[in-house]
């Protein structure tokens, strides 16, 4: 059964840095299409980038453009988000996602996820 497990989280300032792993495992990751998604309270969950198989297609979404990157080590096995000039509504839980197939926003498309890791900002 592939797992992901996600760390990184915590208290940050806003304008602060943050980087989130996700370790993948039970799998062949380099096969994964990956992905990181976010959930503030009472909002829906959204989906924030994601990285093909290969590394060299990527997607952000238009909010974290220029502020994240994401990136894997295949070596590793784990899926980072560089988080960078943190606002107060990046807030959220953010999850890692895994699937065999393109980069999709879809979060239904997603088979395999992670616990989340919680990503306060404050002002």
């Known amino acids: 059964q592939v797992q992901l497990v996600e760390s990184g989280g915590g208290l940050v300032q806003a304008g602060g840095s943050l980087r989130l792993s996700c370790v993948f495992s039970?799998?062949?990751?380099?096969?994964?299409?990956m992905a990181w998604f976010r959930q503030a309270p009472g909002e829906e969950r959204e989906c924030v980038a994601g990285i093909s198989w290969s590394g060299r297609s990527t997607y952000f979404a238009e909010f974290v453009k220029g502020r994240f990157t994401i990136s894997r080590d295949i070596a590793a096995n784990t899926v980072y988000l560089q988080m960078n000039s943190l606002k107060p509504e990046d807030t959220a839980i953010y999850y890692c996602?895994?699937?065999?197939?393109?980069?999709?926003?879809?979060?239904?498309?997603?088979?395999?996820w992670g616990q989340g890791t919680q990503v306060t900002v404050s002002s």
């Open positions: 039970g799998g062949t990751f380099s096969t994964y299409t």
């Open positions: 996602a895994a699937r065999v197939g393109p980069i999709t926003t879809t979060e239904a498309r997603f088979a395999t």
